[in-house]
């Protein structure tokens, strides 16, 4: 089959072998629609080490169930399903917590030899272990939910849900988002959704007005003035109760603790590796911070609510979506993506 693998430190597409059932609690997923992430990018430019040369990328993705082990009974074959990038053994302490960002086996698909070697779903077909906990069905309430909006029910979207619960903003309450690539958009509208006020910066115009115009979001351009001045005058002195920083770069998580009010919560979305940076104590101390890094998202506890979100009408994730193209193109949509040309890119196999 047809499959983007990591090639050379950059992608390729390429003939791959089919996956089977390896485990009895496995499913094989029939691809109808996959996507590029930012969180692929990673595995390129070096923040996500360990991805092993021939390896399929990809974590996005729709379809039907095609074959299933004989522990795999939640979703039989045929069944329409989206699947979580994040996977979990479902038997573990932190599992039967709803914790599942913390399982103890904890894997994740297409992103390399740190998190389980899985090869992953941009590719006509794919393997997912412990199937009846890694999948979740497009059936009853959500069978009338598109495939493009489904999608971003297994990352983008529960990680926006997630982060709008760990910001805990309410009616009242003004919550700033850092970044508004796809995760910080879906931040913000998750934020909306549950009833606070959300504000988007970004020091890029185009991601402003992609905010504004596609997103219906209120949204600042930062990238002549101050963050923090910005949600001073914004909010009339009083700041946010709450800031999600979804860039993962350190001068984001300096301006989402200028952007948040004393007392406040300090969300990091924003993906980590081998930054540094030196914390002055006493401000963090005597401001009341509360900073809360949210590590892999918990899609699992979150990926119900966003499905619900999207059926109600709530949150519309496709309308971030701005290139379609077929699975054998995905070199150039990688291009596209990576030089921030495209917001986010969906992938057919043929
Ligand atoms: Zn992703
Ligand atoms: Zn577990």
Redesign the pocket.
């Known amino acids: 089959m047809r499959a983007v693998v990591f090639a050379s430190g950059g992608v390729e597409v390429a003939e791959v072998a089919e996956p089977k059932v390896l485990e009895p609690t496995d499913a094989v997923v029939e691809v109808s629609l996959s996507a590029i992430c930012g969180s692929d990018l990673h595995l390129l430019d070096g923040k996500t080490p360990g991805m092993r040369e021939g390896g399929v990328i990809g974590h996005e993705f729709v379809g039907h169930v095609v074959a299933a082990g004989a522990h795999a009974g939640a979703h039989p074959e045929g069944t329409r399903v989206v699947g979580s990038f994040l996977i979990?053994?479902?038997?573990?302490?932190?599992?039967?917590e709803r914790r599942?960002n913390h399982?103890?086996?904890?894997r994740a698909l297409g992103l390399g030899t740190l998190t389980g070697d899985l090869d992953g779903a941009q590719a006509e077909r794919v393997r997912v272990p412990v199937a009846d906990v890694n999948l979740t069905a497009l059936t009853d309430a959500f069978a009338e939910i598109l495939d493009e909006q489904a999608i971003f029910c297994g990352d983008v979207l529960a990680t926006g849900i997630y982060a709008a619960h760990l910001a805990e903003g309410g009616p009242g309450d003004t919550v700033v988002v850092i970044g508004a690539g796809p995760v910080g958009l879906l931040c913000a509208a998750s934020v909306r959704a549950l009833g606070a006020r959300a504000i988007v910066l970004d020091a890029d115009p185009h991601r402003v007005e992609f905010a504004r115009e596609r997103m219906d979001l209120e949204a600042l351009d930062v990238s002549e003035a101050d963050a923090g001045e910005a949600i001073a005058e914004a909010t009339g002195g009083a700041m946010a109760a709450a800031t999600i920083e979804a860039v993962g770069h350190v001068s984001a998580f300096r301006s989402a603790m200028r952007t948040t009010a004393n007392g406040g919560r300090v969300v990091i979305v924003g993906v980590y590796g081998s930054e540094r940076y030196e914390l002055p104590m006493g401000m963090a101390w005597i401001r009341g911070l509360d900073l809360r890094f949210s590590g892999m998202a918990n899609v699992q506890a979150h990926w119900i609510e966003a499905l619900t979100q999207v059926a109600s009408g709530a949150i519309e994730p496709d309308a971030t979506i701005t290139h379609r193209m077929p699975l054998d193109e995905a070199v150039e949509g990688y291009r596209l993506f990576a030089a921030r040309e495209a917001m986010k890119v969906i992938l057919t196999p043929s």
């Open positions: 979990v053994c479902g038997a573990c302490v932190p599992c039967r599942f399982c103890t086996e904890r």
